[in-house]
Each structure stands twice: as C-alpha cells, then as structure tokens.
Nanobody, 121 residues
C-alpha cells in the first residue's frame, strides 16, 4: 500500500531554517508529481512547491528565493529546504504526490498526514 511518510516539522524562530522530508513508501509504479502544500489556520490549502517527473519545479510566489524543493538520493524521496522562515509560514505542511500505485492503476493524488511548522519568536 502506497503511503506518503513525512518528517521534519517543528518550531523555529523567524529567520530560522527547517527541512521537511517526504518518502513515498510501498514502491509506487510511477510518480508524475511530488511536492508540498500547506494550510494555515482559517485558510485554504495552498501549493508551496511541486516537482514534475520531467524536472520542472513550481513555487508559490511567497516562498520563492527562500524555499527549495530537492529530490533525494533515496528513491521516491523529496526534501523541502526552508530558509529565512517568517511567521506567515506557520501552517500544517502536507506532502502530496500524483502517482500510479501499480501498473494497472490510474494516476491519483495522495496526501501525507501533515507536519506542523510554527514560526514564532
């Protein structure tokens, strides 16, 4: 069974850094897109950064120049490197992937359980 396993959230002061990691376990057959979304209290879930299978990475304007999405050496793992964090980055961050679990399956969007990031002095 395919699952997205996240780690790396926590509390940090403004200007600090955190790295989130996400691994698609269960050996999915194919991954079309993998990235991170976030949801702040009282707000809708929004894209933070996502990388497609052909290597294109899209970032939210609010994180450009501060966040970097990196594909890991381990299979099916990505990292979100977050620098110069601001209080407005406080949210629950969700790993998401559009993937094909098995060769006979359709591409579906999967979500991780979420990891909380709190930026506060």
């Amino acid at each position: 069974q395919v699952q997205l396993v996240e780690s790396g959230g926590g509390a940090v002061q403004p200007g600090g850094s955190l790295t989130l990691s996400c691994t698609a376990s269960g050996s999915p057959f194919s991954i079309n897109e993998m990235g991170w979304y976030r949801q702040a209290p009282g707000k809708q879930r929004e894209l933070v950064a996502a990388k497609t299978s052909d290597g294109v990475t899209n970032y939210a304007d609010s994180v450009k120049g501060r966040f970097t999405l990196v594909r890991g050496n381990a299979v099916n793992t990505i990292y979100l490197q977050m620098h110069n964090l601001k209080p407005e980055d406080t949210a629950v961050y969700y790993c998401s992937a559009v993937l094909q679990a098995d060769v006979s399956d359709s591409f579906l969007r999967y979500w991780g359980q979420g990891t909380r990031v709190t930026v506060s002095s």
